[in-house]
Every structure is written in C-alpha cells, then in structure tokens.
C-alpha cells in the first residue's frame, strides 16, 4: 500500500517527548478453552438492583477525563489488558506495593512502568464517586473494564455492552508479571502459545493488537528493528523505507532521549479506528510484534480483511474485549475481595 509522504512528515510531527510522572485460518494450535463458568459468573445487569447508574458514574468520570488527558485512553486500555493477563482481570494492576515491603505489587513489575499515571487517576476518580453513590458495592476490576470500554468509544471505537460480576484479587505480585505478558520482540509461535494459556486464539490476537490503533510506544521497543533485526546487524525488512528514516532520526541507537516516544499508527494515531490494519499492509507497523502478524501465513488473511472492513473489526474488537475481559474471573471470598480504595487490599 502507498503511503503518502504527507502522513510520514505528519509521523515527524508526531514523535514526541513523554516525560513519565515518575511515577483465521489459524493452523496454530487450537486455544484451550475459557472454563465456561467464568463466562457464566458475568452479566451486563449485575449491579441492576445494587448499583444501576454504574456506567453512568464511570462514564462521567471518563468523558471529562478524555477532555483533560487523551492520553487516558491507550493508556487505561492498555491498564485492562495488563490486568487481565496476569491473575486474571481482578484489578490486582491497581494494588500500590506496602510501604516497607520486600514485595512488590505487579504495578511496580519491569514490564508495567509504561503504564501512564493517567490510566490509574481514571480509575481512581471513577471508583471514587461509584463508592459515594453505591458504597462497597462494586469491584474495582469491573470499574476498570467499564472505563477501558468508555475511553475505546470515546477515541472513535465500538461501544459495546460490559458484563460485570468480576470481585477484586487478593494476590498482586510483581514476580508474576514478566511470564504473563508479550514484549515487543515475542515472536508470532510465543504470542500465540500466550494467548492460548489465556484462551485466546490467533483471531483473538489479531484484533486485539488493532488496540494498537491508539497510543504510543518507547524507542527501546523498536530499535533493534532499526538497526539489528533479530541479530542481522541490518534494519527490519519489512519496515517501510521513509518510515525506518524518520523512526532513526528520533531514536538513536546508542544515547537517545528514553522519554522519546511514536505514534503506533502513523496515520491516525488519536483515532480508534482499522487504520492499523492497512498499516501493517503498507509495512507500517511499530513493533516487530505488530509488523509480524502480516509477515505471517497464518494471520494474513485476516489482517487483511480487517484492513478492508471497519465494521468488521468493531464488531470482533467488541466480542475479543468481552473474552479477553472473562480471563481468570474470581468470584467469592475465597479468591475475592471488594476493595473500597483500589490500591490496598481490604484486609
Ligand atoms: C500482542 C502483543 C502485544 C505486545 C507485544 C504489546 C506491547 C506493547 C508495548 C511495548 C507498548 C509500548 C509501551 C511503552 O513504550 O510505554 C504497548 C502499548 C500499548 N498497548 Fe500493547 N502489546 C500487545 C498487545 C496489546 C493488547 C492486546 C492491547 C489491548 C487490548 C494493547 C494495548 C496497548 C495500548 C493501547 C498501548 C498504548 C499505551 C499508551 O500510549 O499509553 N496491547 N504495547
């Protein structure tokens, strides 16, 4: 696919500095399947009796959050999936490590200090204002699915029904995170061996990458393509020539700025819409990750219908989110609790 050398000056325009606040015809093997319990123990009219304004609360929250931050957006998105994947989606992400404690919490793991400060202020206020309303009532893990929908439809994507019933986890453990979560560099054979341990299938991660189509990404997740693909000491092949140039300009490989950041989409990057599909097409992608999923047969065909069809992809990002966010569900006290500030455990 041509891409126009305008959108690549708007790509110059558009690296930016981030200064964190510190803060299918899929041959791969079959998933294994989501134990059909845990998609039972969820339902859109959960808190109907207990709390029936709940997405109203979240959403005015959300709506002014995206006003002040865009940025709320991939980043609260990104919060969702990073809890989901490990110990399932119960908001043990939000958990601040103990002052004093010799265990982390998963926030505090290598592979979330990307995770914007912004995306845990979201949820912060939106737990905030529910307890004033329905104190003690709902989970912050399904507070977190609620706003992660919210700020997908206010950047320009699907708005779709959440199902809720999710009780917060009792365990946060940085130690947990590193074999729970993709890196830039996986290969195509270790996403998918991930995906499936969730229940996810090669469809699956391949919409649910299209979450790509917003956000941002640090130079140390892309450079090795740059410079040293996979050990070549040359660039990514299927990196997009003038697109590989300015890329270099903004991340050096040795002494860049580590606040430098791109765009996942180089056309559309505020914008929640299949753009990145057509991307990867035109050799567009980001992360060797991204770019990955055309480069490979059994994924092809359907990038490039997805590439084709905006609808199509809104209607499989909506259904993926619904099984991405049933992972690992805990119910009972057991395994759960109802925390009434999202960042300490209740007891
Ligand atoms: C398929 C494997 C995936 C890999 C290897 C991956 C990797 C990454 C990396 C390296 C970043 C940049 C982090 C930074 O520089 O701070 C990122 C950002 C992001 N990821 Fe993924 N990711 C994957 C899947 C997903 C999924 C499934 C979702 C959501 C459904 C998601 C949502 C996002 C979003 C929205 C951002 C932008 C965050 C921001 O701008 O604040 N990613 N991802």
Redesign the pocket.
């Known amino acids: 696919m041509p891409v126009p050398f305008s959108l690549l000056c708007f790509l110059t325009l558009l690296i930016i500095f981030y200064t964190p606040s510190k803060c299918a015809n899929a041959k791969s093997p079959p998933p294994k399947q989501l134990p059909a319990h845990r998609h039972r123990l969820l339902s859109v009219d959960y808190y109907d009796k207990t709390c029936p304004h709940l997405d109203q609360l979240v959403s005015s929250i959300t709506t002014q959050q995206f006003k002040d931050a865009p940025?709320s957006a991939?980043?609260t998105?990104?919060l969702?999936?990073h809890d989901c994947f490990v110990e399932g989606c119960d908001g043990s992400i939000l958990i601040s490590t103990k002052p004093g404690s010799k265990v982390a919490a998963e926030k505090d793991a290598v592979d979330n200090k990307?995770l914007?400060p912004e995306a845990f202020e979201s949820i912060k206020k939106a737990k905030a204002l529910v307890e004033s309303k329905c104190p003690g009532v709902v989970s912050c893990a399904d507070i977190l699915a609620i706003a992660a929908r919210d700020f997908v439809h206010l950047a320009g994507g699907p708005y779709y029904p959440v199902k809720k019933g999710r009780w917060d986890g009792k365990i946060s453990m940085a130690s947990r995170v590193g074999s729970n979560l993709?890196?830039?560099n996986?290969t195509v054979d270790q996403?998918l061996k991930l995906f499936n341990s969730k229940g996810l299938s090669a469809d699956d991660?391949v919409v649910?990458?299209g979450?790509?189509t917003?956000?941002?990404?640090?130079c140390e997740?892309f450079t090795n393509r740059l410079y040293d693909y996979r050990g070549t000491k040359q660039p990514d092949p299927a990196i997009d020539g003038r697109l590989l140039k300015e890329l270099k300009m903004s991340c050096p490989r040795y002494g860049g700025n580590t606040d430098i950041?791109a765009p996942?989409d180089v056309t559309t990057p505020f914008l929640f819409d299949h753009a990145y599909y057509g991307n990867l097409e035109g050799k567009l992608g980001l992360?060797a990750?991204d770019q990955g999923l055309v480069s490979d047969a059994r994924m092809k065909t359907m990038v490039q219908g997805l590439a084709k069809d905006k609808q199509k992809f809104f209607q499989a990002f909506a259904a993926a989110?619904d099984k991405?966010g049933s992972i690992g569900v805990k119910r009972g006290r057991r395994h759960g609790e109802r925390r009434r500030d999202c960042s300490i455990h209740q007891s």
Request: no cysteine.
């Open positions: 940025v991939p980043a998105l990104r969702f999936f990307g914007r993709p890196r830039a996986s996403l991660l649910l990458s979450a790509h917003i956000g941002f990404a640090h997740h950041v996942f992360l990750t989110m991405m």
